[in-house]
């Protein structure tokens, strides 16, 4: 029992120091979201996923520096939960979605390479070459670089699970952050429900969440915040910002993902159109 909240209560800290990175990033940004969960979340990732590709070029056993890593990033949330506005009900969901991280097995594809690739990246640096040695070396995936950084004292690879389960949590929040926010269009409503409620319904069980799942839900989310500058009539520019940046996560993920930014890039040649007959 008292290990299951301990392991509880580091996921807790884990996700904190997430946002609390997300929060470092959001200003240097100058987003106007501080007090969103599930923005600063995103971001923390994504911040996260850009020290994992540094951090296994330079670093071997990255343990400790992982901790130091997950210790800044807590102490800034720390510094700045006061700005942080979370509500009962995203408490809720947190908590709910939480228990999806006790699994009876892994996904197919984490005993054939997810788990060989993340262990190199936590204990080794980076050598060119090591397909040679195994095919599944060759697969690549920034959630695998991501997987290193939460290689953590005691815990060791027990916890590779945790960055596809915050992905999971920090999407649905910001999903539902703009279906009750009224001053959203009724399309972006609409569209962040059938969002939620088809991430919900179809990809319900963490043992089957793959790389490509997770990349799957940051191109939904990241469409959501294309709509939401094309819909716009101010034209924020942090929406298109923050699209670009979960566009280029979804590449790192998989590079698959590439067509649905020349599908993007179609729509936003056909803006500038739009602009020019108008003009």
Do not use: W
Not at 130 to 136: E, H, R, V
Not at 176 to 191: M, T
């Amino acid at each position: 029992m008292m290990d299951t909240i301990y392991f509880l209560a580091v996921i807790f800290i884990l996700l904190s120091s997430c946002v609390g990175h997300g929060i470092f990033i959001s200003k240097i940004f100058k987003f106007n979201y501080h007090s969103s969960i599930g923005f600063n979340g995103l971001l923390g990732l994504i911040f996260l996923t850009l020290i994992s590709y540094l951090s296994v070029l330079i670093l071997e056993d990255k343990t400790f520096f992982n901790v130091l890593v997950f210790l800044i990033g807590f102490i800034i949330f720390l510094t700045k939960i006061k700005k942080i506005k979370i509500s009962t009900l995203e408490i809720i969901i947190i908590l709910s979605l939480i228990t999806s991280i006790f699994i009876s097995k892994t996904h197919d594809d984490f005993p054939f390479y997810h788990l060989q690739q993340s262990l190199n990246f936590s204990l080794n640096k980076f050598y060119i070459g090591l397909p040679n040695l195994n095919f599944f070396y060759s697969y690549h995936s920034s959630i695998l670089f991501l997987n290193s950084i939460f290689y953590l004292p005691y815990f060791k690879f027990y916890l590779f699970y945790i960055p596809i389960l915050f992905f999971l949590i920090f999407s649905v929040l910001l999903l539902y952050e703009n279906i009750i926010n009224f001053k959203n269009l009724p399309f972006l409503r609409f569209y962040a429900l059938f969002c939620l409620l088809f991430i919900l319904t179809k990809f319900t069980r963490l043992s089957e969440h793959g790389t490509d799942i997770s990349g799957q839900i940051i191109i939904l989310i990241s469409l959501l915040y294309f709509f939401k500058f094309f819909y716009d009539k101010k034209n924020n520019t942090d929406y298109l910002l923050f699209f670009f940046l979960l566009t280029t996560l979804s590449l790192t993920i998989k590079t698959y993902f590439v067509f649905y930014s020349i599908l993007i890039l179609v729509v936003l040649l056909s803006k500038n159109i739009s602009f020019s007959v108008n003009l």
